[in-house]
């Protein structure tokens, strides 16, 4: 198996170039985000460590799977069995490159939207799959085109991720019901991965959680995002009783459950909302100070308003246009390291401190 290089990687490259150059980068290429976690989660975390640590089992904490489900129930008013349907992961990344050496049998055919986060596909390679690639534009607001499909009977996983990563745009639930119903009638599953579900400008999107049968939905989620923990690598899978026991009998084999003091700041951050609404107005500040500059200078944001990602239509090759703003000490990302669709656009990632933005939005002013 050969993998190419990690798009992200080269991104680092290109910022320790930039540094060696003596050129001062404001990184808005990964989406790492710089906020502090809340003092409450690292309370609840220095007071665990404090405990006796053991080897974490993959089941995870009853009192994490009962939290999880509890958020579950009050922001998307739907109801999982804890015990049954929750699996606590090591962030949400891990989960959704194995989950095809999981879930793949007979079939062995991956759906995967144009533009994507690029472990989807690499998880399906490493696993032996074949990946098919589905067509997605900006006109009809950035959901994938099922009707390009034509190998139904053959998909064992299809992807999605919503609210979206490049593009920030957002599903309405009846894609999510339409989605479940394909699934129920050609017998794959769909793997939903809402990694930015907390993260919005307008109002609440909806979720495949919502949907009225999930008999064929598998949904990953995080606390990297909404909760500023992206070193602590805390996240769930929720899964029909089938696939959840699968990924049970074989994460004890990868050594993947977070530890445990990880799993009792986590029980903190999903029982608490006061500190996501926080987090949000962090990220709208940060997009005030940016958006009216980039499209006064004219790049168009072409994505929708959810995510910290502005997701922008600018002249030329994404990649040429992306390493022009580096020489003045902005790193974004391309489009086309999502996928061919995403050439013509670049990604730039709120992720920066308020201070930084500020600084980005002056050397922006100046040079586009």
Avoid at 148 to 157: G, H, N, T
Avoid at 171 to 192: Q, T
Avoid at 202 to 216: F, N, T
Wanted: with cysteine; aromatic share 10%.
């Amino acid at each position: 198996m050969q993998l190419e290089k990690y798009p992200f990687v080269r991104l680092d490259e290109w910022r320790t170039d930039a540094r060696a150059r003596g050129i001062d980068v404001i990184d808005f290429g990964v989406g790492d985000p710089r906020e502090i976690t809340p003092a409450f989660i690292r309370e609840a975390l220095k007071d665990a460590i404090e405990e006796r640590s053991s080897y974490p089992r993959a089941a995870g904490l009853p009192e994490l799977r009962s939290a999880i489900a509890t958020w579950i129930a009050r922001r998307h008013g739907a109801g999982v069995d804890a015990d049954v349907e929750i699996v606590p992961t090591l962030g949400s990344k891990e989960a959704i490159f194995s989950f095809a050496q999981v879930a793949l049998g007979e079939r062995r055919l991956v759906a995967i939207p144009e533009l994507a986060y690029p472990v989807y596909e690499r998880g399906a390679v490493a696993a032996g799959a074949s990946v098919v690639s589905v067509p997605m534009r900006e006109e009809t607001g950035w959901l994938p085109d099922l009707d390009a499909i034509d190998a139904w009977d053959e998909i064992a996983l299809l992807w999605v991720c919503y609210p979206n990563n490049p593009t920030g745009a957002t599903a309405p639930l009846s894609f999510y019901e339409e989605l479940a119903g394909l699934a129920r009638e050609h017998g794959f599953l769909v793997c939903s991965d809402e990694a930015y579900s907390e993260l919005w400008f307008d109002e609440p999107p909806a979720s495949m959680l919502q949907v009225a049968d999930r008999e064929h939905v598998v949904v990953f989620n995080t606390l990297s995002k909404r909760s500023s923990m992206t070193g602590y690598r805390s996240g769930f899978v929720c899964a029909p009783a089938q696939v959840a026991d699968a990924l049970r009998a074989f994460r004890p084999s990868v050594g993947t459950a977070p530890q445990e003091f990880v799993q009792r700041a986590s029980i903190a951050a999903w029982s608490d909302e006061e500190h996501v609404s926080a987090v949000r107005d962090v990220y709208r500040r940060k997009r005030d100070t940016l958006l009216p500059v980039l499209e006064r200078k004219g790049l168009r944001s072409a994505g929708g308003n959810a995510t910290f990602f502005l997701w922008l239509a600018v002249d030329g090759p994404s990649e040429a246009f992306a390493q022009s703003l580096l020489e003045h000490g902005i790193l974004v990302a391309p489009g086309s390291f999502f996928g061919a669709a995403g050439e013509g656009y670049v990604r730039l990632a709120l992720v920066p401190t308020e201070e930084d933005c500020e600084r980005a939005a002056a050397i922006l002013e100046r040079v586009l």
